[in-house]
């Protein structure tokens, strides 16, 4: 017990420890302005505290040499901020909380560091991680279409998720590991660390870096399953239409079908409905016919969660759920008087769609 107090005293004493937290400062828009995702100005305040040495070498009192660097930090923000009323207040914020974090010398290092080596490096490859995953499916997706025609629909819904989200995070593999690299080179041929030091920094980065690609992966989430239909669509020429005007309700959908009657088919395609659902079934036939709505196609990739009831309930009202061809809902729905007219294969979607317009 008294080593592993020991332990956490050291980490909160380590002189890395600020690392994470410079790192979150200079991210942090809401409090800080997120001014560290600027990369010429992480690089002007390295180059110009760092050449302050020069001008400081014959001062004795580290003490006033901080002072010096500090007034010198604070100019350059007054310099790259005072026409931008709008963010001025937030990085007085963030100067008056560098103030506490930087007491000594060693501090203003560790932040310069963080700024040069860490910051700038951590954007860069932030930047390189796919903001749309569908690069990684596209062209896989368009070569089983062409081999294998309509009977490939299931297989490309499935996957697409699968073969986006693999390619994304290889590429989050490969830039973490580039920083990581560079990272440890520097720290072996410029500094004296102990494995402690190194823990402390080196984690610092890895957190910082998993938390900025894990916000990249919830906006690549919300996108993925919407590309593949208009691709889907597109691929086998069937045309979309517009939303009907004043159509107003918490269904979302993807596309827009007009049938050879002038009518409209919706298409949406989710992983699952879960808790959605009774927001999805809140437009009733009345209000699909006012709207000249025919059907609403809900293509559903994990149907575990898609019981009986909610086929029924939503089934009612002109959902019909296109469902992996082999999946459990699928198989057990077809067999069962009550639900069969609700459910359809995803790999009949197109023949489905042609015989509609």
């Known amino acids: 017990m008294k080593a592993n107090e020991n332990f956490k005293k050291e980490i909160v004493n380590n002189k890395w420890r600020n690392v994470y937290w410079f790192l979150r400062m200079l991210i942090n828009h809401d409090k800080y302005g997120a001014i560290g995702k600027d990369n010429d100005l992480l690089t002007k305040i390295y180059t110009s505290i760092k050449t302050s040495d020069e001008l400081t070498a014959d001062i004795d009192n580290e003490d006033k040499i901080l002072k010096i660097k500090k007034s010198l930090l604070k100019k350059i923000f007054d310099n790259r901020f005072r026409k931008n009323t709008a963010i001025k207040s937030r990085v007085n914020n963030f100067l008056n909380e560098l103030d506490n974090k930087i007491k000594t010398l060693r501090d203003m290092d560790i932040f310069l560091l963080t700024c040069e ?23 896989i997706s368009r070569s089983l279409l062409e081999e ?31 920083v990581y690299t560079m990272l440890k080179l520097l720290i072996s ?9 190194e823990s402390i920094l080196l984690t610092a980065v890895v957190q910082e870096f998993e938390r900025r690609a894990g916000q990249k992966r919830k906006g690549r989430a919300g996108s993925s399953l919407e590309d593949v239909t208009s691709f889907i669509l597109k691929f086998f020429n069937i045309p979309s239409a517009s939303k009907p005007e004043h159509f107003e309700t918490d269904i979302e959908i993807d596309n827009w079908i007009k049938t050879k009657d002038n009518w ?14 009774k927001q999805v079934s809140s437009a009733d036939k009345d209000t699909l016919s006012k709207h000249k709505i025919k059907y609403l196609y809900n293509i559903v990739t994990y149907d575990e969660d898609l019981s009986d009831k909610k086929l029924t309930s939503l089934g009612s009202k002109r959902h019909i759920f296109y469902l992996p061809d082999k ?16 459910v359809r294969p995803i790999s009949c979607l197109i023949k489905d769609l042609k015989k509609e317009i």
């Open 117 to 139: 080596f860490i910051m700038k490096p951590l954007n860069i490859a932030i930047d390189n991680i796919p903001s749309n995953d569908k690069d990684f499916t596209l062209e």
């Open 148 to 178: 294998e025609g309509e009977k490939a629909l299931a297989d490309i819904v499935q996957k697409w998720d699968e073969l986006g989200t693999k390619g994304c995070l290889t590429a989050e593999r490969i830039e973490i590991i580039k």
């Open 189 to 197: 041929e410029e500094y004296e660390f102990d494995n402690i030091d």
């Open 264 to 277: 409209l088919i919706g298409i949406s395609c989710k992983r699952t409905l879960r808790e959605r659902w």
């Open 327 to 342: 999946s459990r809902t699928y198989q057990h729905a077809t067999k069962h008087t009550g639900l069969r007219d609700y």
